[in-house]
């Protein structure tokens, strides 16, 4: 019988994008990971979610501004399988959303890369277990979480934990402060569209993407599909795809049929865009987004639109009154419409490769990962290919 460590220098819990970048930067500064996930697939929401769109890492002005785990995860999912970036992103002026550095990917093959890239790096992968709660020591410090899978309850301990799960659940198991934030009815679906036209976010011949998104609910309704209680996460799931279902009728009616047009993957996990957040030192809110930041870990564009290139603090990743814990990926400090330029894969990735490691260097250099002196945390992302403020860009 295979035995399993109880013990980790990082743990990691959540293995979408966010989980997967801290695990692979922890274990490839040669710390002992592991990476929890409740599904069966690395990636999260781009893979078990379905969003195969990954958003760009440039300016949309022909500057890529975010790097290293980001990038490298940027074309990972082309390796078994289709996606190309688009040529002259480079250049200066103004571009449209596609012809900005961004690709789409098969969510199956991104999923087959980012097992290979895990495995090759060394990191233990629980799929299948689910978070329960945390333990803390001293009253404040995050010593070990409990899980759930088919062994049953597993106690897991580490020096250091990194909370990718999306939603704050390691954080808000400990008491940490937290804020909640609001949501729309959304769903992504794989469909075969057979008179499908050619498209460049199309994944092959005869497939397509249907995309629900409730712009009417959030306005006149907001409260409903927050996300942030058990019934809700069902509420979301089954009202989305209650609204495909009249979608297929009402196509079927107007003169298509089910032999060509058809869903053929649902997503396996509910489609929230936000949840909750973390308090951390900083919360980057629109007022201040565009600022200067002393201990930038980071840039990142404006997904939306060209020019806007923003710095992320490190504070934001650093929850309040715990300790021995770092956020990742969409749970991070943010408020307001910020984090609707912090929810996605790409900063997702970069907060990971941060929250990694940050971990790391904090067990070299025997302190808690709040504690580690910013100067080294920065020389190391320097070496990483980072650029941590705006006027370092060439």
């Not at 020591?137 to 010593?143: E, F, H, K, S």
């Not at 959304?186 to 036209?197: E, F, G, K, N």
């Not at 011949?205 to 409260?223: C, G, I």
């Not at 980071?298 to 639109?305: I, V």
Request: net charge negative; proline share 6%; glycine share 10%.
């Amino acid at each position: 019988m295979k035995t399993v460590p109880t013990h980790y220098d990082v743990a990691v819990i959540g293995g979408g994008i966010a989980g997967c970048a801290a695990a692979l930067q922890a274990a490839r500064l040669g710390r002992k990971t592991v990476l929890v996930e409740k599904t069966l697939f690395p990636g999260g929401l781009a893979t078990a979610g379905l969003i195969y769109l990954y958003l760009p890492l440039c300016d949309g002005m022909g500057r890529q501004v975010s790097f290293g785990i980001t990038r490298e995860l940027l074309t990972a999912g082309h390796k078994y399988g289709p996606g190309e970036l688009p040529s002259g992103w480079q250049s200066p002026e103004p571009k449209t959303m596609n012809e900005r550095l961004l690709t789409t990917f098969s969510p199956a093959s991104l999923v087959l890369a980012l097992d290979e890239l895990l495995e090759e790096a060394g990191v233990d992968i629980w799929l299948d277990t689910v978070f329960c709660r945390a333990e803390t020591t001293d009253g404040d410090r995050v010593c070990a979480v409990e899980l759930e899978n088919k062994s049953g309850r597993l106690r897991l301990e580490a020096s250091c934990f990194v909370d990718a799960t999306g939603d704050a659940d390691v954080a808000r198991s400990t008491g940490a402060p937290c804020d909640s934030g609001t949501n729309t009815l959304s769903q992504w679906v794989i469909q075969y569209d057979r008179p499908a036209r050619c498209n460049s976010r199309n994944l092959a011949d005869s497939l397509s993407r249907h995309v629900l998104f409730d712009r009417d609910q959030r306005e006149h309704d907001p409260e409903r599909y927050r996300g942030i209680s058990g019934w809700s996460v069902s509420d979301f799931a089954l009202a989305a795809r209650r609204r495909l279902r009249e979608f297929y009728l009402e196509s079927y009616a107007g003169g298509r049929t089910r032999n060509d047009l058809f869903p053929l993957l649902l997503p396996a996990v509910a489609n929230f865009r936000t949840t909750y957040f973390i308090r951390g030192g900083l919360r980057l809110s629109p007022e201040i987004a565009d600022l200067h930041f002393p201990d930038s870990v980071g840039l990142f564009g404006n997904w939306k639109n060209p020019g806007p290139i923003l710095e992320l603090p490190f504070r934001c990743l650093v929850p309040q009154k715990i300790r021995g814990l770092l956020a990742a990926g969409r749970c991070i400090s943010v408020a307001g419409e910020t984090c609707e330029l912090t929810r996605v894969i790409p900063v997702a990735a970069l907060t990971g490769q941060v929250c990694g490691a940050a971990a790391a260097l904090a067990l070299a250099h025997g302190c808690l990962p709040e504690e580690l002196p910013y100067e080294l945390l920065a020389r190391h992302l320097r070496a990483e290919g980072f650029f941590l403020h705006r006027e370092e860009l060439p």
